[in-house]
C-alpha cells in the first residue's frame, strides 16, 4: 500500500522527469518518449520510471540505452527541481502495455472484420 506522500511524490517526479526529457535532452537517439508512470519505494531512495518509446526494436534499444546514459544528468534535475532531502535513485524500465494494448486492438478489429465477412455471407444465402 503506498501512502499519500509516494504518490505525490511518485507524480512530481513523473512530471519533471518529462519535462526534462522533453525540454533538456538534445541527444538526437531520444525522440517519441513518454514517461507512463512512477514507482517509488516506501523508503523514497528508489523510483523505477516506466517508459514507452515508440518504435521498432532497435530504436527502442538506442533510445533506452540513452536515456541510461542521461540517468545522472535527469536525477540531478530532478533532485534540483524537487527540493527533497534524499533525491531517489533513479531506473528506467520499458513499459510494454502501450504496444500490448495497439497488437491487442488490431486482433479485435481483425476479428470484427472477419465476422463481419461472414455474417454478411450467411444473410445472402
Known amino acids: 500500500m503506498t501512502s499519500r506522500r509516494n504518490e505525490r511524490l511518485a ?3 513523473k512530471q519533471e522527469v518529462s519535462k526534462i526529457i522533453l525540454y533538456e535532452l538534445k541527444d538526437p537517439r531520444i525522440s517519441f518518449i513518454t514517461v507512463t508512470n512512477v514507482e517509488i519505494a516506501h ?6 520510471v516506466y517508459i514507452s ?3 521498432d526494436d532497435s530504436t527502442r534499444k538506442k533510445t533506452l540505452r540513452a536515456i541510461e546514459h542521461a540517468k545522472g544528468f535527469i536525477q ?3 533532485g534540483a527541481q524537487l ?4 533525491t531517489p535513485v533513479l531506473t ?4 510494454e502495455s502501450v504496444q500490448k494494448s495497439l497488437h491487442i486492438s488490431k ?3 481483425d476479428a470484427i472484420k472477419g465476422s463481419d465477412i461472414t455474417v ?3 444473410l445472402e444465402e
Not at 43 to 48: E, G, I, V
Request: proline share 0%.
Open 43 to 48: 523508503d523514497l531512495k528508489k523510483a523505477k
Open 120 to 122: 454478411k455471407g450467411e
Open 53 to 55: 518509446i515508440l518504435g
Open 107 to 109: 486482433l479485435i478489429d
Open 83 to 86: 527540493q527533497i532531502r534524499y
Open 11 to 13: 507524480e512530481s517526479v
Open 92 to 95: 528506467f524500465c520499458l513499459d
Open 76 to 78: 540531478a534535475k530532478v
